[in-house]
């Protein structure tokens, strides 16, 4: 127990350590009061809109949760999957990175079935994995489309890096030799091997579902496109708007890949690292400093809203209006 709570402080340490040095090098960089007078030139409307349209990416992104849901029991209806995505963005305010959320959710999904909950856990899994392959992909076609790009080597080498990753975990989680490898030796480690060759067998039988239930997992991955499309969108508005004149695909370039290196869990809620990493991507296009980050703090604010929103439905109001309207 000392071990792990000594090694949490030190992953406390080192966070806390790179969002201090990520804001300093910001003050160092950037001229604040300029980046505050973009901060007001953002007419309000524009905010509102941009404020409903990322509800609607939440209701989508809970359809999609649904669908890849091995459990068929029904345990979570719309609403709820809508519900626990609207509460673990207020827990994304909180914790590491973009993945803090995840976390809440499955504590929250855990606390609300009863049973198959594993595959409740399994289907959060395979949520995230979804996002992060199709948000890939939408970034690699938008690189692939867009002319407009100074150098591309910077975007070769980052494709490279996450493409590389993105096939190991893909092995790791799809390789059935490895997984009978695995179980063969895991006993060893006594209950923790019994945990894991568990988890094993709950994650190959969730394969053998998503295999027999190809039309869902399709249906999830094209639901994908209004999901991060919303997002490109979002943040091509408030580009125009800050006066940033690129493409909308260079856009959605960049912030496919700010969303991921922010799902890294370095600083809470992304902090630091998102502003430095549309500095530099921007940088490659002659953005100044300024405008990109007054759009990655506006990012930031409509998040913040959407999980101050998120706080309301800590309280069940379907349980509650239920019984009203039946």
């Known amino acids: 127990m000392s071990r ?6 030190s992953f406390l340490i080192l966070r806390l350590g790179f969002l201090a040095g990520s804001i300093y090098i910001l003050l160092l960089i950037v001229d604040l009061e300029l980046v505050f007078s973009h901060l007001m030139e953002m007419p309000f409307y524009t905010l509102a809109v941009l404020i409903l349209l990322n509800l609607f990416r939440s209701w989508l992104h809970g359809l999609r949760w649904q669908l890849l849901n091995p459990d068929l029991s029904e345990q979570l209806n719309m609403w709820q999957y ?20 995840d976390l809440a959710r499955t504590g929250m999904t855990l606390k609300k079935v009863k049973k198959k909950r594993a595959e409740n856990v399994v289907a959060i899994l395979a949520d995230r994995l979804v996002g992060l392959i199709s948000i890939l992909f939408l970034g690699s076609t938008a690189f692939l489309i867009t002319t407009d790009i100074p150098d591309r ?9 996450i493409y590389l990753a993105i096939a190991v975990i893909f092995i790791i989680l ?4 490895l ?3 695995l179980s063969k030796h895991l006993h060893r480690l006594g209950r923790v091997g019994t945990w894991f060759n568990q988890a094993i067998i709950v994650w190959s039988n969730a394969l053998k579902y998503f295999c027999n239930n190809s039309r869902k997992v399709a249906l999830s991955l094209l639901l994908c496109l209004p999901i991060h499309g919303l997002s490109f969108f979002s943040a091509y508005l408030l580009a125009r708007s800050l006066s940033i004149q690129i493409s909308f695909f260079d856009i959605s370039l960049i912030i496919s890949l700010m969303w991921l290196v922010t799902a890294i869990p370095i600083t809470i809620s ?7 990493s549309l500095i530099y991507l921007f940088s490659i296009y002659g953005v100044a400093a300024e405008p990109a980050t007054a759009l990655s703090l506006y990012i930031y604010i409509i998040s913040l809203l959407i999980g ?3 706080l309301f439905f800590i309280i069940d109001w379907g349980k509650i209006f239920q019984p009203q309207l039946s």
């Open 174 to 177: 799809t390789n059935s030799s």
């Open 270 to 276: 992304g902090a630091g690292v998102r502003e430095l």
């Open 4 to 9: 792990i709570r000594s090694s949490k402080n």
């Open 82 to 101: 809508f519900r626990l995505i609207m509460i673990a963005h207020s827990f994304n305010l909180i914790m590491p990175g973009a993945l803090g959320g």
């Open 179 to 181: 997984h009978k490898l």
């Open 308 to 310: 101050l929103f998120g």
């Open 153 to 161: 080597t910077v975007f070769y080498s980052f494709f490279a890096v």
